[in-house]
DNA sequence: TCTGGGGTCCTAGGACCC
DNA sequence: TCTGGGGTCCTAGGACCC
């Protein structure tokens, strides 16, 4: 049983939320600008169409970089970095803060422009999709290349693309020539593409087994591939071992899932200073109820009802724990989620100061396909039944 | 200079049931 | 008498990704 070929692409658009604004400010082109930081204002035209731009060396809070353009990633500067420390790497670098509702905008146009080609599509977060191209005619290369231009077209900006048999491939190869690359990657190319490459820049291999992974003398993708299986199994447990072994040899069968259901809905915050569970009780509970309010705004705007309930804490330390609580009933409701989540509050031991506060709704369901009994049922006495056979359902 | 927010998936133990 | 063996659900934590 041999199935055709595939010929997955895998499309990243380039320091997306960066690019974004780069349209918006193209006064910013060529120069070092930071997206992130959270509760930072938006640049101020002035009358005379001049801009004041924030710089980073202004910046005080606790946010991370979110994106950068190339020119600040060339300062050291990166996604997930410390706010504060990219400010010391990059003082003079313009800061700009998110704007989500923009970068979802050309995240829609981006998507649409690809969709003209085939609706093999799936989503991988706001700028990265895989595509499966197997039934789309045309040499590979060639239809890449009108993907990217159809994208430039509708967005003005540009994207990396790698076409591959898997998953696996497209996604390591959508990174070998960025930015605006065009990348095909065949099984022939995976000794002299794929093994060179460090170990972490396949997608799953995270720092954590990275680590464990140079801590047994194996750094590139090539080792992973010639190393001993009982070595790995003995490290990593079974099921991680095999996928390592698969992964190295560029195999993934994985498909292009066109579209996926939502297990979770969450929100969190974390605060400016670290809170004092009983000093700071008043602005705790305020924002326990805000989240609670959110998720069950997020639930109904998108259509979602759930039945666990979980909340999550960090605490000044970092530690993070969560609790979770299943409810017998489906709900959207902010007040019924406030009172599943102060539940599992009563569980956590407040001992220290909180930095995050957490608040998620899973188990979810389409609303309407609540198959949740209306009221309690009360159990039928039947005269004639088996008192050793379970209660009928 | 302490490290965001929104997700998914996996593991592992215990409860519970047949 | 040393106490099976699955299957599923619930919970907590952690790795990883964008």
Redesign the pocket.
């Known amino acids: 049983m041999s199935s055709p070929v595939r010929r997955i692409a895998h499309l990243d658009m380039d320091a997306f939320y960066a690019s974004v604004e780069l349209l918006r400010y193209p006064d910013l082109r060529g120069h070092a600008v930071v997206i992130g930081g959270?509760r930072n204002a938006a640049p101020e035209t002035q009358p005379d169409g001049t801009r004041s731009y924030a710089r980073l060396r202004d910046y005080v809070g606790?946010?991370?970089v979110?994106t950068s353009t190339y020119e600040a990633r060339a300062l050291g500067v990166f996604?997930?970095m410390?706010m504060?420390?990219a400010a010391?790497l990059a003082p003079d670098a313009v800061l700009l803060p998110t704007d989500f509702d923009a970068y979802r905008r050309y995240s829609g146009l981006f998507k649409a422009a690809v969709r003209a080609f085939t609706g093999q599509i799936e989503d991988?977060?706001?700028?990265?999709i895989y595509i499966d191209l197997t039934d789309v005619p045309g040499d590979a290369r060639d239809v890449a290349a009108r993907i990217k231009a159809a994208v430039k077209d509708a967005t003005g900006l540009t994207c990396s693309i790698c076409v591959a048999p898997n998953k696996l491939l497209a996604?390591i190869g959508s990174e070998l020539d960025k930015p605006d690359g065009l990348t095909i990657l065949t099984p022939a190319d995976i000794p002299t593409r794929i093994w060179p490459l460090a170990a972490r820049k396949?997608?799953?291999?995270?720092?954590?087994?990275?680590e464990k992974l140079a801590a047994i003398g194996i750094e590139t993708v090539g080792e992973l591939a010639e190393a001993d299986p009982g070595l790995l199994q003995a490290h990593f447990?079974r099921?991680?071992a095999s996928w390592l072994a698969e992964v190295a040899n560029g195999r993934d069968e994985r498909p292009v899932v066109v579209s996926s259901e939502?297990?979770?809905?969450?929100?969190?915050?974390?605060f400016e200073r670290d809170l004092h569970p009983r000093n700071d009780r008043p602005v705790l509970s305020e924002q326990f109820t805000r989240l609670c309010m959110h998720v069950a705004e997020?639930l109904r705007r998108k259509g979602y009802v759930g039945r666990?309930v979980?909340i999550k804490l960090r605490f000044d330390d970092?530690h993070?724990?969560?609790?979770?609580?299943?409810m017998t009933v489906h709900t959207a409701d902010g007040a019924a989620i406030r009172r599943g989540a102060t539940e599992?509050l009563k569980?956590i031991p407040l001992e220290r100061r909180i930095r995050?506060l957490?608040v998620r709704v899973?188990?979810l369901i389409p609303a309407g396909e609540q198959g949740d009994d209306p009221a309690p049922v009360q159990e039928e006495f039947r005269f004639d039944a088996d008192p050793d056979e379970?209660a009928p359902r």
């Open positions: 959270g606790r946010g991370v979110t996604s997930a410390g504060m420390k010391r991988r977060g706001i700028d990265e996604k396949v997608n799953g291999i995270g720092p954590k087994a990275a447990g099921n991680y939502p297990k979770s809905m969450s929100r969190e915050t974390t997020d666990t979980g970092f993070t724990v969560t609790r979770d609580l299943t599992c569980r995050l957490g899973s188990a379970p």
